[in-house]
């Protein structure tokens, strides 16, 4: 059974940094490209950010280049996104997935005050 499962959000304030995680398992982890993706009230979710299978390459969405890294640990099973210099902008809902398929995780919320 393929399991995602997200955690870290929280409320935090401009300029402040959170971690969040995505544990997963039921597959084979570093066969898969992990992306963070994110959806706001009343916008389409959009892809935030990629890693490939063992980490060797990254991508980042424009609007957060320089202020999120993404990591993984295939021994764990995990994916991460390192969120530094948050802007109320940033505030959604963020969901971890595994490939371009079908496997999402519940997501977590994220929400930055000003």
């Known amino acids: 059974q393929v399991q995602l499962v997200e955690s870290g959000g929280g409320l935090v304030q401009y300029g402040e940094s959170l971690r969040l995680s995505c544990a997963t398992s039921?597959?084979?982890?570093?066969?898969?490209?992990m992306r963070w993706y994110r959806q706001a009230p009343g916008n389409e979710r959009e892809l935030v950010s990629l890693i490939t299978g063992f980490g060797d390459s990254t991508n980042y969405a424009d609007s957060v280049k320089g202020r999120f890294t993404i990591s993984r640990d295939n021994t764990k099973n995990t994916v991460y996104l390192q969120m530094n210099s948050l802007k109320p902008e940033d505030t959604a809902v963020y969901y971890c997935?595994?490939?371009?398929?079908?496997?999402w995780g519940q997501g977590t919320q994220v929400t930055v005050s000003s």
């Open positions: 997935r595994a490939g371009l398929g079908s496997y």
């Open positions: 039921g597959f084979t982890f570093s066969r898969y490209t």
